[in-house]
């Protein structure tokens, strides 16, 4: 496995930019990296099969939050 992998996460809703969902929910990006989304990322991967460790995959996890898309 490689010890290293990169993502781009790009969200494409009208409201974005103000962190609110098109059905006036807020909305935030922040919610990828909690604990109960990460966790079910983990599971439904099934990375514990893989050999990982939730915890440490946690800790590892580095994130950029910038936004680059157009205002609407």
Do not use: C, H
């Not at 781009?8 to 807020?26: D, R």
């Not at 910038?66 to 205002?71: A, D, E, I, N």
């Amino acid at each position: 496995m490689p010890s290293q992998y990169s993502a781009t996460v790009n969200f494409n809703f009208e409201g974005v930019e103000k962190e609110i969902y098109p059905n006036g929910s807020t909305f935030s990006p922040n919610y990828l990296v909690s604990s109960n989304f990460l966790r079910r990322v983990f599971d439904e991967l099934q990375l514990a099969e893989q050999g990982l460790n939730f915890w440490i995959l946690q800790r590892r996890l580095l994130f950029n939050r910038v936004f680059t898309g157009k205002l609407f």
